[in-house]
């Protein structure tokens, strides 16, 4: 299935599949209302990158399944993490008026109307996740676990209950602790998720589910460091955005609490375990995996 | 299952059950931040009449069910629908300070907490249907079905759908045909949901469940045009608000457009329907539909 050509070949081509697939999963003949339509994809058709469905379709690759059958799912994780994004930019949340360099979607739609369409684009997720029974033929048993996995690592355990932790961590009662419970919770989840759910589609072990979720948790833990890393000594032509913002906005991070130093280190360390358990966990072909893990350690932007 | 008490026994006997239920989805050994258990909690537990829980329960037992299966889908959908409230309720939407006589939910716990709350009930509705098939062993086919149709029902071609539709609507758009597709989506949807949903869980035939869908379609819009009767005739005690608000707000309603007589003979003709079409499906035991109709039809508040 994976041809074996450079990694971010492979990425453009998942990031270009997951892109047509997502500018359908609202077909035209839907009676939508337009308004409602035009403000959900403005904000899923906005770029990115694809990450967390590039995680669902390598988890599933790895796992011998292919990636028409993930792809659904892949679209679904992108939907929950759009939802996540409009929400988060409303005035009463962050308050962002640009992301990616685009006005943000209540900028151009109204607060209304961008509450809505996160609203929908979760919903909407749920359904695109059961087209993976009816149009690939997954087990109903299989999709039901990632239908559940998507309410929990989504939900008030997971990515809601990171947002919150991390809207309380701005009024400044922020530990170490809490600072790992908002990354786990606000970034990892929906990254563990997009593994196990590949996992789940190409029907992994219960040991290589396991292995697929503690490579995410690491990943998107090294991520989140990194993101951290890359605010303090990044390029602010590469990232697209100032530096030192976390500094300036007295947002405590992992610099903050154990240097600079020992930041970089913990992105290491994470970085190799997490590609000794997928290497160790018997998958047919974990080598994207690999690559995926020392590309977002490497990473500058 | 249905001892023949009284209808209004019948519906406190449900949702005192369904209110124990809810009072439980979020188990105290579940980490979660606090403040989020608690906005989440505030607004599923400020009572209400548990209408669409009844009717999952309702129609799960005219179809042989039990009750018991089907509650993990009537909390889901009472979820839904508090999800759906707390959200209208936002400042950038109808910008309401009370709801049941109770200060919304922004206006105990700020804008961002209940934004965020709103998402994760929604959220955890899908996990709560998932608990039909784990805890009470109904068939993972079956369970996916009300996963997909509640995606359906409450996502952008249906309650989100209409709650857009409903907000241009405030902008005086609005023909008797926008009317009809708000009242549709944004109340109807998730009635329909609701006894479809009560129905899979009974395992009822395709035909029943075409019955359930008319009798939801009918039941629901016959419900918001009593909803528009009582807003004009209505006592204001009883209905513990203001009656005339539709006409002062300049609202278009179904008086507005056919008139009070016409409005009250239309809710007659679809009740009347709608306990026709339950009676010929051959259910088990459909009396409480027919009841429920009636009841539904000669509500004063």
Redesign the interface.
């Known amino acids: 299935m994976n041809n074996r050509h450079p990694l971010d070949n492979y990425m453009n081509e998942i990031s270009d599949i997951v892109s047509t697939a997502l500018s359908d999963v609202?077909p035209k003949e839907?009676?939508?209302?337009s308004?409602?339509?035009e403000a959900?994809n403005y904000s899923l058709m906005a770029g990115g990158k694809r990450l967390r469905p590039l995680l669902v379709i390598a988890a599933c690759e790895a796992g011998g399944g292919t990636r028409e059958a993930a792809l659904p799912v892949a679209c679904a994780v992108e939907m929950v993490h759009t939802?996540s994004l409009v929400?988060d930019d409303?005035p009463?949340?962050d308050n962002d008026d640009f992301r990616r360099g685009k006005p943000t979607n209540h900028k151009v739609f109204?607060?209304?109307?961008a509450?809505?369409a996160?609203?929908?684009l979760?919903?909407?997720?749920?359904?695109s996740?059961?087209q993976a029974?009816?149009k690939h033929g997954i087990?109903?048993?299989r999709?039901?676990s990632i239908?559940?996995d998507?309410?929990?690592y989504?939900?008030?355990?997971g990515m809601?209950?990171g947002?919150?932790?991390d809207?309380?961590g701005e009024q400044g009662l922020t530990s170490l602790e809490q600072l790992e419970y908002i990354h786990l919770h606000k970034t990892s989840d929906l990254i563990m998720f997009s593994l196990i759910a590949g996992g789940r589609i190409a029907g992994v072990t219960d040991e290589q589910l396991d292995a697929l979720r503690t490579y995410g948790h690491h990943i998107g833990l090294a991520f989140q460091i990194q993101d951290d890393i890359l605010d303090l000594t990044g390029d602010e032509t590469k990232l697209g955005k100032k530096t030192q913002s976390d500094v300036k906005q007295q947002k405590v991070t992992y610099p903050y609490f154990i240097g600079l130093e020992a930041s970089k280190e913990e992105v290491e360390r994470l970085t190799s375990e997490a590609k000794a358990v997928v290497t160790g966990a018997g998958f047919a072909d974990p080598l994207r995996l690999i690559e995926i893990a020392d590309f977002l350690k490497s990473r500058d932007h």
């Open positions: 609202l839907w009676d939508i209302p308004s409602l339509k959900m939802y929400h409303l009463a949340m109204g607060e209304a109307a509450i809505l996160g609203d929908a979760l919903t909407h997720a749920f359904y996740v059961i029974s009816r087990p109903a048993e999709v039901l239908v559940e998507l309410a929990v989504a939900g008030p355990r809601v209950g947002q919150v932790a809207m309380e």
